[in-house]
């Protein structure tokens, strides 16, 4: 099977020009001007744009979250992906407490086995390095194509690990080589705020943004930072939002380290507006980190712009309306938190 695309602006990581593009059984095997050759399937692109397929390094497909579980499994999310253009995605396999590594990483493939349609990878997350997961357990990972260790500094009770278990991670990164990402918020200040504002009587959608405040994932930042500094690891802070966590990773950049940034999709376009909305209609905009002030807009456009942040990922975890968000109808700390954007 042989197909040409014909007259597209064609977009890499170099270039950007007008041409026609040549694949013989899913293989690129002729770009030029005004191909003349014949084809199978011909296809005009002329005022489209031509892009390689997009790599979505952020998803949770098919993961149990606040009591209920994720409801686009490999298979569904995969589809979407692939409407979407992204042909690559890495999904996180969440250690369950008292499960080893294997287990966790057998368990997540099983998810997986014959439901794939598109190309994908896992980041391990460590939950627990007392009962279940060791460090020597940790530093194979590589060998079994798992390269990248995600810790929560946030939900506290559930997924959340203690400083030590960061740092322990961390240098076992430094060991291997992996990289280490972090979802930065502190889960303690949180849990703190979130408490308050239900003895406050304060039950709406909007109270999940204004118990997690902006300072609580700048701390977490700057704390990951320092933390990975020390250890001598890699950091990469996943889906960051806002000001006071772009600030730490400009300076760490400045200075050389070896930091990275990545933001999400969500974080451009929704607002402290969305979550606000009445009617329990804020539930919609339900994440975390959760939406920000429209002044953060520019400042993640900028953080893009001038490779401060240096990805973008959807963090894809989709939850139905009924029965799933609305498990927190009386009280927003129980609204599963995430929204869908994977065909993004
Ligand atoms: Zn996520």
Redesign the pocket.
Known sequence: MSVLIKGGRILTAADDYVADVYAEDETITLIGESLDVAADKVIDASGKYVLPGCVDP???LDMPFGGTVTIDDVESGQTAAAFGGTTTHVD?VIQPQGATFAQALDEWRAKANGKQVIDMGYHMAVTDLKEGGTLEELAQLPDEGVTSY?LFMAYKGALMVDDETLFRTMEVAAETGALVMV?AENGDVIDVLVKQALEAGHTEPLYHALTRPPEAEGEATNRAIQLARLAGAPLYV??VTCREAVEPIARARDKGWEVWGET?TQYFFNSLDDIAKPDFEGAKYV??PPVRDKSNWDVLWNAVRTDTLSAI?T???AFLWDGQKTLGKDDFSKIPN?APGLEN
Request: glycine share 6%; net charge neutral; with cysteine.
């Open positions: 952020h998803t949770h996180f995600k979802h996943v889906h999400c994440y975390s990922s963090d894809h975890c995430g």
